[in-house]
């Protein structure tokens, strides 16, 4: 005796599509595809590619510890006709599963599971990744303020092409590694599957890069909230809120987007900043990203970046919170080899060693690096490029010189000035004093006539 079952595309109001229909598709067309007459491909709007399945009417077999099933894809098309006679036909798809009636419970029990579970990892798997924006607020579209809205991510970086230092890199690689397996870690111990990370460092030092980078070794969706575009506690809360998992969420230069301090500002100018701010404010944030752990149950991670870690309030950076303070700096010699082998594929070159040495006494950001290093015309080789590079060190290191130079030259001067004044001020004292001694003598003697 045989049981079948039905699972269908769209909710019997037919707004909502069904997620277990599509993970069934995935898990089939992965598992089942090669067995199946007919495929059709389907150009799915958030997947990265064609996605071939099972044609309509098609059958497949599938086996599960021992037991057989059988799939069947179908369709019910109904005709309607409108008022002014024309006809309309609307197509309903669903699964029909057919198995023998004594495996009843393992099918519902354990291989239904099993056939979702795997569906919705080849899902993910195939997903097109996507970058998120929040819409600003706006008089003439209300609807939209407090929305995300998306585009696909396509970022380029990968952990391979961020220059910093390779035993950090490694740290970091391992801790997300540690974090994306820790599904049944986090369960165990009770806390919210989330990982809060502070990226601070000098502008160009690669914190922006580093965001993408960690979104493309994770396979996440990044979500780029722009926080002086939001109106106020609740529209960031909702916001929060209305993340997926496997997710980073991303507040960058934290420190300008809010007022940190938490202190009313008088000056003028000062006021005029914090118009520009949104009304969000520091509670408002500590306490939404709170109410956003305490509610999700998926993988994200929350990722804020400064370029002045110590203006940021502690309780917003504090462990548990920010889980993981990582610090972005200036271009070493580790990691100038890293941007040589991106931007003209070389592993090492005759001026390596003073580059070293330079790099060692000047601060560089990456990103100034990464720009001399971009050759300019299909001319400039890559021998030319560092050639430039060297140069433009040495300019640097001239400049520095001369700064230097400067300032001594400036301090000299000062303090030749106070010798100066100094001296005058002395002989002024001097000079008074003489007069007061001179006055006096002219007093006594005029007492002394006095007397007489
Ligand atoms: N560590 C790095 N590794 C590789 N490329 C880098 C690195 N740092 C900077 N770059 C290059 O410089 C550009 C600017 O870097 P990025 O925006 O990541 O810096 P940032 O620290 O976020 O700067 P800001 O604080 O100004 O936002 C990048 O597009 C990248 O090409």
């Not at 230092?165 to 989330?194: A, C, N, Q």
């Not at 509670?283 to 991670?301: H, Q, R, V």
Request: glycine fraction near 6%.
């Amino acid at each position: 005796m045989f049981e079948t079952g039905a699972i269908w595309e769209y909710t019997e109001e037919g707004l909502k599509r069904s997620d277990n229909y599509d993970a069934i598709r995935n898990y089939l067309s992965t598992n089942s595809a090669a067995r199946a007459q007919r495929l059709k491909a389907n150009e799915s709007k958030n997947s990265k590619s064609l996605v071939l399945s099972m044609d309509d009417h098609e059958e497949v077999e599938d086996e599960f510890n021992g037991v057989k099933v059988k799939w069947y894809s179908n369709v019910k098309v109904t005709q309607t006709q409108s008022n002014y006679g024309r006809t309309s036909s609307d197509e309903r798809r669903f699964f029909t599963l057919t198995f023998h009636r004594r495996h009843r419970g393992m099918i519902i029990e354990t291989y239904l599971n099993h056939v979702i579970d795997e569906g919705k990892a080849i899902g993910l798997r195939n997903r097109e990744r996507k970058l998120y924006t929040n819409n600003s607020s706006s008089e003439w579209y209300p609807w939209r303020s407090g929305k995300w809205s998306n585009v696909p991510f396509h970022h380029p970086a990968t952990f391979e092409t961020l220059a910093m230092d390779p035993e950090k890199k490694e740290r970091i690689k391992k801790d997300l590694i540690k974090f994306s397996k820790g599904k049944d870690y986090y369960k165990k111990v009770g806390k919210p599957w989330k990982r809060g990370y502070l990226l601070f460092g000098p502008p160009g030092t690669g914190k922006s890069t580093m965001i993408s980078a960690i979104a493309n070794f994770l396979d996440y969706d990044v979500y780029d909230l722009e926080l002086t575009t939001v109106k106020d506690n609740s529209e960031l809360k909702k916001l929060l809120l209305d993340t997926k998992g496997k997710s980073i969420i991303v507040i960058e230069d934290i420190d300008c987007s809010l007022d940190l301090t938490g202190q009313r500002k008088t000056e003028k100018k000062e006021k005029k900043e914090a118009e520009k701010l949104s009304k969000v404010t520091l509670s408002g944030l500590l306490n939404s990203i709170d109410g956003l752990w305490s509610a999700c149950s998926d993988e994200k991670i929350i990722i804020f970046t400064t370029n002045f870690v110590d203006k940021l309030d502690p309780a917003l950076i504090r462990r548990g919170r920010m889980d993981n303070h990582i610090e972005m700096s200036y271009c070493k010699f580790e990691a100038f080899k890293v941007l040589a082998k991106n931007y003209l594929e070389i592993e090492s070159h005759e001026l390596y060693g003073e580059i070293e040495r330079l790099l060692e006494e000047t601060e560089v950001s990456p990103a100034d690096v990464a720009e001399t290093l971009m050759p300019k015309s299909d001319e400039e080789d890559a021998d030319a490029c560092i050639k430039q590079k060297e140069k433009a060190k040495k300019l640097a290191e001239e400049e520095e010189k001369s700064k230097a130079e400067k300032e001594e030259k400036r301090k000299k001067k000062k303090a030749e000035e106070e010798e100066k004044k100094k001296k005058t001020e002395e002989e002024e004292k001097k000079k008074k004093e003489k007069k007061v001694e001179g006055s006096e003598e002219n007093g006594s003697v005029s007492v002394e006539n006095g007397i007489k």
